[in-house]
């Protein structure tokens, strides 16, 4: 799949991206999901609309995830349950019911990372 490839809401699309690639005009809002601001970007550079860096993993769970594929889906379930309780989340659904909405990211693994599984999370929701 695409790092840009939309995903499809009932309204607006979500999309993942990782922060270091170009915006575009079909970002909409660009949101950073990390919980630390990515190395090597200026905030100039990385195009954000909003940092929610409240709505990313907790520490211990990113640090326990250490982006191992094998963990893939015991991440996305730890991180929906600390979505589930998260404040954060409202203020990311509430940007996405204005307009498209693009997750940026800095990890490397574009299929195993909590910008994708965020994306999944808010999309269930949807349905």
Known sequence: MPESSPRA????????KRVYLPPDV????????DRLWPRGVS???AHVTEWLRDV?????L????????????EFQ????VELASNP????????WSHGDVTLVYSAHDEAHNQARALAEFLQAAEK
């Open 9 to 16: 809401t009932s309204r607006h699309r979500i999309r993942i």
């Open 88 to 95: 954060a989340v409202k203020t990311l659904r509430q940007m």
């Open 77 to 80: 379930s730890r991180y929906w």
């Open 62 to 73: 990113r640090q326990w995830f250490g982006h191992d594929p094998a963990r893939w889906a």
């Open 26 to 33: 079909t970002d909409g809002q660009r949101v950073l999901v």
């Open 56 to 60: 990313a993993p907790s520490s211990a």
């Open 43 to 45: 905030k100039a550079d």
